[in-house]
């Protein structure tokens, strides 16, 4: 089983022709509601990849729960321990994203921020999974304290270091898998460089994985991803699409990636699985709606092969 231990929020997403200069107001904006948090996109993505997948999180016992519940109650392939507690809000996202599909997020963890952590221990302790996968939109305490855990029961485990937090310097050297954007890699060597191209950030996978001695994925959108581990180091392109709402693409991409890795342990094919599948998740509006089955992933392979 994969685990994903992590942040489950209501998203609420305005669509605009562009974004607001500081102090304007931009009307005329389209509005979407739908489930979301970087645990819980992940969670579904793996399920979505084919691969049995149990998501642990917390809400509030608020109108958003109940909103929330029954997307969570659609996803069939999808087990899922969440904590309701009474005195927290649920995590709420609000985002706005540009005719370009790029977006802008802030963030209300809420009940995120609060997730039991005597109750989270004694679900792992009767969850049997053979890997894990969190990111860092929960607290530090809950992160360290899984990793620990999976450590001792000899799990894989994959960190997603969004959103980057200054405690990941703490936990980054336990990960098998540690997958980043190119901004979180330049946070995480403390490089000061505007920008970074493809060459820079192999580069700087390279300098991550010297420390770590494991796999380090580093997303670069549309300019692929850098991967390097202690049998590989390469650069794949990324498949072209035309994007409406680049929102849950990195979620996308983790979730397929940690379950293609557990369903066939080939790096090489996880990455090229995983990246049509971020790929076809910035075609649609939403985070959670807009991650692809396994199926509509195989169907755009196949549509690529018919092509060449």
Same mark, same amino acid.
């Given at each position: 089983?994969?685990?994903?231990?992590?942040?489950?929020?209501?998203?609420?997403?305005?669509?605009?022709?562009?974004?607001?200069?500081?102090?304007?107001?931009?009307?005329?904006?389209?509005?979407?509601?739908?489930?979301?948090?970087?645990?819980?996109?992940?969670?579904?993505?793996?399920?979505?990849?084919?691969?049995?997948?149990?998501?642990?999180?917390?809400?509030?016992?608020?109108?958003?729960?109940?909103?929330?519940?029954?997307?969570?109650?659609?996803?069939? %392939?999808? @087990?899922? &321990?969440?904590?309701? /507690?009474?005195?927290?809000?649920?995590? $709420? *996202?609000?985002?706005?994203?540009?005719? !370009?599909?790029?977006?802008?997020?802030?963030?209300?963890?809420?009940?995120?921020?609060?997730?039991?952590?005597?109750?989270?221990?004694?679900?792992?302790?009767?969850?049997?999974?053979?890997?894990?996968?969190?990111?860092?939109?929960?607290?530090?305490?809950?992160?360290?304290?899984?990793?620990?855990?999976?450590?001792?029961?000899?799990?894989?485990?994959?960190?997603?270091?969004?959103?980057?937090?200054?405690?990941?310097?703490?936990?980054?050297?336990?990960?098998?898998?540690?997958? %980043?954007? @190119?901004? &979180?890699?330049?946070? /995480?060597?403390?490089?000061?460089?505007? $920008? *970074?191209?493809?060459?820079?950030?192999? !580069?700087?996978?390279?300098?991550?994985?010297?420390?770590?001695?494991?796999?380090?994925?580093?997303?670069?959108?549309?300019?692929?991803?850098?991967?390097?581990?202690?049998?590989?180091?390469?650069?794949?392109?990324?498949?072209?699409?035309?994007?409406?709402?680049?929102?849950?693409?990195?979620?996308?991409?983790?979730?397929?990636?940690?379950?293609?890795?557990?369903?066939?342990?080939?790096?090489?094919?996880?990455?090229?699985?995983?990246?049509?599948?971020?790929?076809?998740?910035?075609?649609?509006?939403?985070?959670?709606?807009?991650?692809?089955?396994?199926?509509?992933?195989?169907?755009?392979?196949?549509?690529?092969?018919?092509?060449?």
């Amino acid at each position: 089983m994969n685990l994903v231990v992590g942040s489950i929020n209501l998203d609420f997403t305005i669509y605009v022709p562009r974004f607001p200069e500081v102090g304007e107001t931009v009307t005329d904006g389209d509005l979407f509601i739908s489930p979301g948090g970087k645990g819980f996109n992940q969670a579904v993505a793996s399920s979505r990849a084919g691969v049995k997948t149990k998501f642990v999180g917390a809400v509030g016992d608020d109108i958003m729960w109940e909103v929330i519940k029954k997307f969570v109650s659609d996803e069939k %392939m999808l @087990e899922t &321990e969440i904590f309701i /507690l009474g005195e927290e809000q649920t995590g $709420s *996202a609000f985002i706005v994203v540009d005719r !370009l599909g790029n977006n802008r997020i802030v963030v209300s963890p809420g009940a995120n921020k609060k997730i039991p952590i005597d109750d989270l221990m004694l679900t792992l302790e009767m969850t049997k999974f053979s890997q894990i996968l969190l990111q860092c939109e929960v607290d530090y305490e809950v992160i360290s304290r899984v990793i620990d855990f999976a450590k001792k029961r000899g799990c894989k485990i994959f960190l997603n270091t969004a959103p980057f937090k200054s405690w990941v310097e703490d936990v980054y050297m336990s990960a098998d898998f540690l997958i %980043m954007n @190119e901004i &979180e890699a330049k946070l /995480l060597c403390k490089s000061s460089e505007p $920008s *970074a191209d493809s060459e820079e950030m192999i !580069l700087i996978a390279r300098e991550i994985q010297g420390r770590t001695g494991k796999y380090v994925i580093i997303t670069m959108g549309e300019n692929g991803v850098v991967v390097k581990g202690p049998d590989i180091d390469s650069h794949f392109p990324a498949f072209e699409v035309t994007p409406v709402d680049t929102t849950g693409a990195g979620d996308t991409f983790c979730g397929y990636f940690s379950a293609e890795m557990l369903a066939r342990g080939d790096i090489v094919e996880a990455i090229r699985i995983s990246s049509v599948a971020a790929a076809l998740c910035v075609t649609k509006k939403g985070a959670v709606s807009s991650i692809p089955t396994k199926t509509e992933v195989e169907k755009f392979l196949f549509s690529l092969s018919r092509s060449d």
